[in-house]
């Protein structure tokens, strides 16, 4: 029996990773064109900061399971052209969010397949359990 519920845990740690994957993809892609001064610039005081997008980095728990951590993605930043931006500095340059649309699209899908799957993995358990409850009866 133990082994029954551990896989129900191992299934729901998934379930859990893929909804944290899609919802830092969300915000990324939400907050993409969320710009604000470069670091340094006379308008940071002024305006606020740039968004910073977030990866999910996802690792193997040793009794089974995962563990999904959010982080900043590094560089949090590109500089972009915007000399209409009221932050832009002297030569127009303005701190744009360095979110990878092409990237962010995988990782929602990533998210996508790992919820189904998992969640077949806690339908089949269920069945599991059910008929094994059949059989002893």
């Known amino acids: 029996m133990t082994g029954m519920s ?10 859990s990773a893929a ?11 939400a907050n993409a064109y ?14 606020p900061a740039p968004y910073v ?22 560089p ?7 000399p209409t931006a009221p932050y832009a500095d002297s030569n ?5 969010p360095n979110v990878d649309f092409a990237n962010e699209a995988v990782q929602q899908l990533m998210a ?3 919820f189904a799957a998992n969640v077949m993995v806690l339908k089949t ?4 359990m059910k008929s094994l409850l059949d059989i002893k009866v």
Not at 53 to 58: A, G, I, M, Y
């Open 76 to 82: 949090a930043t590109v500089t972009t052209y915007d």
């Open 53 to 74: 997008p977030e990866r999910v980095d996802q690792v193997d728990l040793a009794g089974g399971g995962t563990s999904a951590t959010i982080n900043a993605v590094s």
């Open 34 to 47: 969320s710009a604000g001064p470069l670091p340094g610039s006379p308008a940071s005081g002024n305006y």
């Open 19 to 29: 909804s944290l994957r899609l919802q830092v993809s969300a915000n990324n892609v």
């Open 112 to 114: 996508r397949i790992s």
């Open 125 to 128: 358990d269920a069945q599991m």
């Open 6 to 15: 551990n896989v129900s845990s191992i299934a729901l740690s998934g379930l």
């Open 92 to 96: 127009g340059m303005v701190a744009m």
